[in-house]
């Protein structure tokens, strides 16, 4: 029976004899089961082999019953007194970087110890780690070798891992009991698998950039106000001539009007809801990955061409700092369900908007969704430009379909990007 993951590491004196009681593994309860048949079959038959056989297995059985059993009472006090601790936790995904663990006891008296040990039991120390679309990363290792060491393993796919308890686990090596004591952790996330920055970025031209008013605005001037010139991410969205953009197609701000601010401000949302429809679990969570990656890269672009830029994402808040940073906050977003109720974070009416997206099947009846629910509640003159991004020609049909709902409303540029299609005409 495993520990209660609430209890506190001094209560491990307390455990009770029924916390001490091996558990039997599949195959355990199999081999009980044909030890109990060979008795029975050797007792009705007189058979003596199938007695023998009974009393072989029988004899194996209690040998890993009552090892497990007598090194769980053993170490019962010390299993509660080791912990395993994440060095490295932010780490970026699909490279050959590693994750860094050290080993040690809380009560650290300078001396190394070493689990008393019987033929035929492992002890380990297991780590159970989960995002919260259901990436899983499981480690084990012996508590002896790695002892005030470390040791490192790969972080294969992006995400926030959590994880509520390790576990000191005693077990026989056939795998007919086992037993594991929990060692509860804080909740936090112990490691951030962060996006990788693609190779080849997507190529998008925002038409919003926010604005970020002068302390003494300056105006150009010109004799004639009815003058007219393009539209610079950074203007404000209000100056803009709407008569003109809706015979022209082309944004264009009046000359006279407030140059440009010095520093124009962008928030990327990535919006990880999926159809069920379109995407599997595992295809939703690639299709996360990839809006991911590629708002790390937006971000990092437009950082450098001195733009000041928030990252965002369903269900959390608005982060801002160095491209580090950003792409530490990125590894927190997970593939939610299209009914998910969590909200894409309010952006301010200073700040342009550039919404990531993936495709899905229905967009017109898709207004209980986190995309439409942000869409409406955002100012009235805000620009936002959308982009539906996907990989995969059979995505085509319903990206185009979102996009045309999109484009009827005001103030909203959707766009849709298949990225092989991108990269490999």
């Known amino acids: 029976m495993e520990l209660n993951r609430s209890d506190p590491p001094d209560t491990a004196a307390g455990i009770s004899l029924n916390d001490l009681i091996p558990i039997p593994r599949t195959l355990g309860a199999f081999v009980l089961i044909i030890t ?3 008795f ?16 072989v297995f ?4 209690g040998y890993c019953f009552g090892t497990v059993f007598l090194l769980s009472c053993i170490h019962r006090k010390r299993a509660r007194s080791i ?5 490295t936790k932010q780490v970026s995904a ?3 970087e590693e994750c860094t663990v050290t080993f040690d006891e809380l009560q650290n008296t300078g001396k190394k110890k070493r689990f008393l040990r019987l033929p035929g039991i492992l002890i380990r120390y297991e780590m159970h780690l989960s995002t919260r679309d259901g990436r899983r990363l499981y480690h084990l290792f012996d508590p002896d070798y790695f002892q005030n060491s470390t040791l490192g393993f790969a972080v294969p796919e992006r995400g926030a891992y959590y994880t509520g308890y390790d576990e000191f686990a005693i077990f026989d090596i056939p795998g007919f009991f086992r037993l594991a004591f929990r060692i509860p952790q804080d909740g936090s996330p112990r490691i951030l698998a962060t996006p990788k920055v693609p190779e080849k970025t997507v190529p998008v031209t925002i038409r919003s950039g926010g604005t970020v008013q002068r302390s003494e605005p300056r105006f150009l001037r010109t004799d004639n106000l009815t003058d007219h010139r393009p539209y610079i991410p950074g203007d404000d969205p209000r100056r803009i001539n709407w008569k003109l953009y809706g015979h022209l197609g082309d944004l264009f701000v009046r000359e006279g009007e407030p140059e440009p601010p010095p520093h124009s401000r962008l928030l990327i949302l990535v919006d990880t809801q999926t159809d069920p429809s379109l995407y599997s679990g595992e295809a939703g969570r690639r299709g ?5 990656e590629n708002a790390l890269a937006l971000a990092i672009e437009y950082m450098e061409r001195g733009m000041d830029i928030g990252i965002g994402y369903t269900g959390g808040g608005i982060r801002r700092g160095t491209p580090v940073e950003l792409a530490a906050a990125l590894a927190y977003p997970a593939a939610l369900p299209l009914s998910a109720q969590e909200e894409l974070p309010c952006s301010p009416e200073d700040q342009g908007i550039l919404l990531l997206a993936l495709p899905r099947s229905v967009a017109e009846t898709a207004e209980t969704a986190a995309l439409d629910r942000f869409l409406m509640k ?5 620009i936002a430009d959308l982009i539906f991004l996907y990989e995969g020609d059979r995505f085509d049909t ?11 409303k005001n103030g909203i540029y959707p766009r849709c990007i298949n990225m092989p299609a991108l990269f490999n005409p």
């Open 40 to 55: 029975t079959a050797g007792g009705i038959r007189n058979e003596l082999v199938l007695i023998l056989m009974g009393a």
């Open 378 to 382: 955002r100012g009235p003159h805000q």
């Open 36 to 38: 109990v048949l060979a």
């Open 288 to 292: 996360v990955d990839l809006l991911c």
């Open 398 to 408: 319903a990206a185009e379909a979102c996009a045309g709902v999109y484009r009827q």
């Open 58 to 61: 029988l004899a194996v059985l």
């Open 94 to 96: 699909g490279y050959n």
């Open 83 to 87: 912990s395993a601790r994440i060095l």
